[in-house]
């Protein structure tokens, strides 16, 4: 999925550039000139994957992802980020969070892209979503709650702050240390990003 896909042109045109494109061009990955916001602890390397439900792409990476997750060494911290290209985007991103907040996004991404793409369920509309959760076992008071918070709301704006800092052109996306940005386009596919990853972080602990 493409971020111009979703976005207005007359704003990404006036959005300057804040990667390295000698480096994009050569290895497949871009370096920021500004560093990005990272919420791992001191001695650990972050990586974010930038996603969307609503994101065929995404869906076929995720398991690829889930498997590279389970390897990651301990000083690599690893989190999912929602986009919100535009205000469509943010009933999915709250989907995320609140599960994300009752511990439950890693086990039921799976399933909710496959009810959202495969199965053509509007879980971006609440009066589907929230008999649908119910069905997968969670508490839907407790997940209606979550839906509904501040604190969802709050996580959703963070989002599109991080994947503006990144500049993300399209998921999956994937961010490491604050510093270095690839996506499956740049890359040349999923295999290549997870290479490319491995590789950043690895460059990374050389770096500190």
Known sequence: ??????????LLGAVP???????QANSGYATLKQPASVLAPKGQIEVVQFFSYGCSHCKNFDPVFEAWRKTAAKDVSVRLVHVGFNKNFEPLQRIYYALESLGQAQALNGKVFKAFQD????????EVLFPWVAEQGVDRAK???AYQSFSVATQVRQAIQLQDQYQVEGT?????????????????????????TNQLIEQERKRT
């Open 119 to 126: 199965e053509k369920k509007r879980l971006d509309q609440p």
């Open 1 to 10: 999925m493409k971020r111009r896909e979703f976005a207005q042109l007359a």
């Open 172 to 196: 999956p996306a994937m961010g490491i240390a604050g510093r270095y940005y690839t996506d499956g386009s740049m890359a040349g596919g999923f295999e290549r990003m997870i290479q490319i």
């Open 17 to 23: 550039s804040v990667f390295s494109f000698a480096a």
């Open 143 to 145: 997940f209606e709650a």
